[in-house]
């Protein structure tokens, strides 16, 4: 069956700009998180969405928004990009609410110029 | 505060060799633990993963170790592989109960196997 689909793949955006990301997770999975991946901080949880709502949210700052629609699609969004926002983006499914059976996705390599 | 971290940002063994990489943790309270391989260019991907009620999990060629009494976690790869070069990530519940998409992650360590 088809993993997590993160699309785009890669992404370029100038300073100021705003940004939305969209993840498709497995095919029955409800759940679905976000992660910050750079050099320096490593792998950071974003939010956790499930059935439509928000259930988890890390410690970034306002500019970091997400949603989740009725088939479990999720997309996030960054306004006003700063350079450190430059990062590899990742999203990860499971079936139900929890991290048991979380599967990731390959990442949105976003660039901020 | 809450922090997950790895010993060793590299490490590297001779193919056909065993390998360790160790994880610290800070969280007494954590009680699930995941260990992920992580290739150049894909997303993280599950390789075994243990409960704080167990001190040992064994897959294929993989074994998990927990020591909840010095908060030590370890993944043991047996007759290592080049195909087990990638960076190797341990992550844990923050809360406690699994129940929650936030997983608290370590630097990583890089494996690399010499043929």
């Known amino acids: 069956k088809a993993g997590v689909t993160q699309t785009p793949r890669y992404l370029i955006k100038t300073r100021g700009q705003q940004v939305t990301l969209s993840c498709s997770p497995i095919?029955?999975?409800?759940?679905v998180s976000w992660y910050q991946q750079t050099p320096g901080q490593g792998l950071q949880f974003l939010f956790e969405?499930?059935?439509?709502?928000?259930?988890n949210k890390g410690n970034f700052p306002g500019r970091f928004s997400g949603r989740q629609f009725s088939n479990s699609r999720s997309e996030m969004n960054v306004s006003t990009l700063e350079l450190g926002d430059s990062a590899l983006y990742l999203c990860?499914?499971?079936?139900?609410?929890?991290?048991?059976?979380?599967?990731f996705g390959s990442g949105t390599r976003l660039t901020v110029v | 505060g809450e922090s997950v971290g790895l010993h060793l940002p590299t490490l590297s063994v001779q193919e056909g060799d065993n390998s360790i990489i160790n994880c610290a943790y800070s969280?007494?309270?954590?009680?699930?633990f995941i260990w992920y391989k992580q290739e150049s260019g894909k997303g993280p991907q599950f390789i075994i993963d243990?409960?704080?009620?167990?001190d040992k999990r064994q897959g294929q060629r993989v074994t998990v170790l927990l020591n909840k009494t010095v908060k030590h976690l370890s993944l043991q790869i047996a007759a290592t592989q080049p195909g087990d070069s990638a960076v190797y990530f341990c992550?844990?519940?923050?809360?406690?109960?699994?129940?929650?998409?936030?997983?608290?992650f370590g630097q990583g360590t890089t494996l690399q196997v010499k043929p």
């Open positions: 990860a499914s499971s079936l139900t609410q929890g991290t048991y059976g979380y599967t």
């Open positions: 095919s029955g999975h409800r759940s």
């Open positions: 969405y499930f059935s439509e709502t928000q259930r």
């Open positions: 969280n007494s309270a954590s009680d699930y």
């Open positions: 243990i409960r704080s009620n167990m």
């Open positions: 992550a844990e519940t923050s809360n406690g109960s699994g129940n929650t998409g936030k997983l608290i």
